[in-house]
């Protein structure tokens, strides 16, 4: 199937989400009603946990449904948000039914039949999928919004970054846990982790009030899978295998938004900060806030509730004559997912 095939229908689009009651699906929901999205059709989708819940969108109180292979007979668009594990099981079956799906999870991002977008920086990507399209990893999609302009016009080598990441990245659980445990120590009360930083993982760790380097599970070779994610996803969007990109990720006690402490080394010399600002002034879905006389830079408390990507307190490297430094912050459930 075709980019070009979806065509609008008169009455709208019968949209399945799968995942709906999550954190990711929770906003996917409120940008469909934000955007005005034409609905024709709404299919709300969870485990059998929370199946039979209401969910009111649009005015319309809708009953979430079990997912199951068969819930996407006359489906149009199918936005999966439920885990790696379910859209491998449940896509091909929406695929199957005629429905374009549009994967948040891991679980085709590397596939190379499967495109990996990000609009601002490779839309004419969406024009070759079958069926699927793979949306980045949240703390993926923030760096490359800010780089890609930059990489456009002056080459890009290397790329260096280190994450702030808020725990709504690890699902409404991760939040829960954070305000129960800062409840908790404010109380003097005892606490039991039991979430973070893997909920499969063999040993959990107080978030509220620390940080915490692991995101997802080890590799072997020392970088988590988050980490990997990065590095590997920055290539596959940008189009460029040979580009150097190293990260650490960390979890820190923030709900929402993630930060990003990113070193880029360009390919041309002689590129000022100013012309890194003015770049970045006019590129897609980017917001300059940059004026360290006057205390202004990106938080993620003031970006929650944004589409766009803030960048800010760039500076040219000391030592590097091609290094420039940037902090990149957006809202990992909005612009990281939904
Ligand atoms: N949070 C982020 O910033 C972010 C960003 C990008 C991508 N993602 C990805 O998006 C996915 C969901 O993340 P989240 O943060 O929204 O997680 P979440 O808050 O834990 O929500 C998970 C959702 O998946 C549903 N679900 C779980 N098991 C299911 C099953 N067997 N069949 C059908 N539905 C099932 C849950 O339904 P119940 O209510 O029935 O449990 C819930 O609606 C993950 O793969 C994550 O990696 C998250």
Redesign the pocket.
Known sequence: MKGEQIKEQTKGFHVAV????????QQMIKTLENRKFPIAQLSL???A??AGKKIVVNGVEYTVQE?KPESFKGVDIALF????S?SKELAPHAVKHGAIVVD???AFRMDENVPLVVPEVNENDLLNHNGIIANP??STIQMVVALEPIRQQFGLNKVIVSTYQAV??S???AVEELTEQSKAILNNEAFEPAILPVKSDKKHYQIAFNAIPQIDVFQENGFTYEEMKMINETKKIMHAPGLNVAATCVRIPVAVGHSESVFIEIDKEGVSVDEIKELLKEAPGVVLQDDPANQVYPMPADCVGSNDVFVGRIRKDLDDTKGFHLWVVSD??LK??A
């Open positions: 799968v995942g709906a009651t999550g954190a990711v699906g989708l969870s485990s946990r929370s997912a948000s439920a885990g790696g379910i948040n999870t891991s990893n949240c709504s990245g699902g409404a659980v990992n459930l990281g997912a």
